[in-house]
């Protein structure tokens, strides 16, 4: 399996807003978290490393803990609209050097960041998309739907000015 971060790879890696993380304490013992942001929040930092700013959540730092006892790490990343996912596995760790959080963080999200992670990439792959049930975010339906909406206000208007129903 590769684990050079091909250009189609890092492309759809851009696009996403959201991954699951998974992480194991020292017993094995997995955790997984649902991980958010802007398109692009999760980068490409190299052909073999990923990396996120981490900001200030709940602080529970299960996943932070994890990494301090076992640095292995797997990450789904799943397009709902166009059906496809990429799966992850690699070795991630916590890094708090100001010039990795700067180049990591999103300029346009006001928020502490308390350190970065990276993701040293031992592999990824992509497999069958059969059962991945198609899904779309407030922001694609509305997209979708303004138009729709738009046309149907200019038609409703128009029976009103010839004092027909519009129901």
Known sequence: MPSDIT???AEFIARQTHFYLSTAD???RPYVQHRGGPA???KVMDENTLG????AGNRRY???GNLGENDNVFMFLMDYPSQRRLKIRGQAGIVTDPDVIRSLRDPNYDAQVERAIVIRVEYWETNCNAHITQRFTQADVDQAVTPLMTRLAKLEKRLEDAGLPTD
């Open 7 to 9: 250009q189609p790879v």
């Open 40 to 42: 692009g929040f999760l």
């Open 62 to 64: 299960v996943t932070v």
């Open 26 to 28: 020292a017993k094995g």
């Open 52 to 55: 996120f700013a981490d900001y």
